[in-house]
């Protein structure tokens, strides 16, 4: 099990309680229902669903510092989006609603905060614009497009300072 208390199970992610992360569960799955168990015993039941990439969760598998900010809008990443730009902040606002819990979208945050520290802001303000009218609303999205984006942009020019010696240096 992942440390944000989820298995998957074909693609899906369901909820488990938070005190089993890193321990082994098992799955009992039918057409319509998933169980999960803990040493024979069973600890979560899910409506089985057949979407790859979301999550199924349940409000009380979930630790209480998370249940606590169930009604947030993920704060603190809203505020690193808006150090970057508008567009930025606009992209993590429709995100982090996107999902059924905020938490889900945590994940996704952080992965684009750290492609954000790997491009420049500009970058990452123009890619935010071209993919939220579009609602596409992912790592992988953000990822494809900075590199679309980077193989269009001519190279950035060097520094201007006195270590750098120019052209006329090498005449």
Request: include cysteine.
């Amino acid at each position: 099990m992942s440390i944000d208390y989820h298995i998957v199970f074909e693609g899906h992610y369901y909820s488990v309680p938070h005190t089993l992360v890193r321990q082994e569960v098992r799955i009992r799955a039918s057409e319509g229902m998933v169980q999960i168990f803990h040493h024979g015993t069973q600890v979560s039941i899910h409506v089985r669903s057949k979407t790859q990439g979301r999550f199924s969760t349940r409000a009380e598998h979930m630790p209480d510092n998370h249940r606590f900010v169930l009604n947030a809008d993920g704060n603190w990443f809203q505020q690193a989006a808006d150090k970057i730009g508008p567009h930025t902040a606009a992209y993590f606002t429709v995100l982090l609603k996107s999902r059924a819990f905020p938490q889900q979208a945590y994940r996704t945050c952080l992965g684009i905060l750290d492609l954000a520290r790997k491009h420049s802001h500009s970058q990452m303000e123009i890619v935010c614009e071209r993919l939220l009218p579009a609602h596409l609303l992912s790592y992988k999205d953000v990822k494809a497009e900075l590199e679309r984006l980077a193989a269009t942009l001519p190279a950035e020019p060097l520094p201007v300072h006195e270590n750098v010696r120019g052209q006329s240096y090498y005449h």
